[in-house]
């Protein structure tokens, strides 16, 4: 049997999602889970198995069983001929990044955040930004998943490819992922150039800072003109990473430990916000180095906040981004976070954020100590009114009523659902949410 632990409070990274699962069990292997899932169905209880907790929704949450992948983190097998790199559920991506580079590989994009585990990741959506190259569900090979009656199958575009389409940014409704299959590339350099910019000549160029640039992303500082844009391209060498001071000094110091400092701050003096934000904008300046592609397309995030994220047409891209603005002025929000902005071409997967069309994502963000309700409820009212999808992983009030008119497989999605899991032994009340019933 796989090690069981005594039920506590489980709660995620942010602190805005918390339940007390019945038990707790820690299985270290897929045969382990299947075995588990199976005495959930004879104890009658739902089953979910959460990462490390990145989700701002209650996608991890169970009152059932909670699988704790802890132990399922071995990398069963890597191919560097084809590229193909197998790993369990488990294993975090800042060690997957660690192993893909002894070994000459890369993941061709990512997000900004490696702390998730590989299943969560991807389950959820995670993207990051990019000209040619997509989000995780993109680079996804192969899925080994234990379904609903115990039984451990695997899909690929060759084998059962509907499951594989579906489940690929699942959330867990229709199995337990216990392995995946990555397909890398060879591994690069990324040249990163950083840059303020202020915000009516990002808007201007836009179109020009994607066509040129293979990963671009900017943000907005609220309350100010100022902007920070990021360009990430590769390049054959030299690596030329920050000093280590400098690194440090921006990284670390500047953008978690003094950034966090502002957010207590402006916390309990409001007006200073403003002030804040003209004063972080300049302070994050330009500077330019060229390192692994994983140590630029990641950061450290140590300040805990709340995150709504929507995915809209790319080609309503400045129409909501001066819409929110305006939103600013009309409802008077004082937001001391910046917007992120990031593209991505369409994906394939049925319930990937870009499914079907390019996509421009925003994401608005609050301390986490901060009331963020009308905030995010405004910004969504704007995104939706655009055919915004919103992130599986982060804040919003969309319901499965909605989201079966964003997605053009939702139905799809939902028949296989009811074929695969047609007691719900897998869901919880955000996918009662989100998928209905």
Known sequence: MPPETSPGIWR?????QQSVPARVVSPRT???VAAEVRRAAEDGLTVRMPGTGHSFTGAALTEGVQLSPRELTAVRSIDTATGLVTAEA??????LNQVLEEHGLALANMGDIQEQTIAGASQTGTHGTGRDHAGLASQIAGLEMVLADGETVTCSRAERPELFDAARVGMGALGVVTAITWQTVPAFLLRAQEEPMAWDEVLSRLDELEAENEHFEFYWFPHSEGCLTKRNNRVDGPREPLPGFKAWMDDEFLSNQVFG???RVTKRFPGAIQAVNGVSAKLLGARTYTDTSYKVFTSSRSVLFKEQEY????????????????AFDRHGWKISFPIEIRVLPAEDAWLSMAQGRRTAFIAVHVYNRNEHSAYFEGVEQILTALGGRPHWGKMH???????????PFFGDFAKLRDELDPDRRFRNDYLRQVLGD
């Open 12 to 16: 995620n990274w942010a602190g805005n």
């Open 30 to 32: 897929a045969e382990e």
């Open 90 to 95: 488990g294993l975090p991506l800042w060690r």
């Open 261 to 263: 400092v502002a957010q």
């Open 311 to 326: 995915a809209i047409p790319r080609e309503h891209l400045e129409t909501a981004l001066r819409e929110i603005r305006a």
């Open 397 to 407: 009030t969309r319901d499965a009523s909605y989201l079966e008119t964003a997605y």
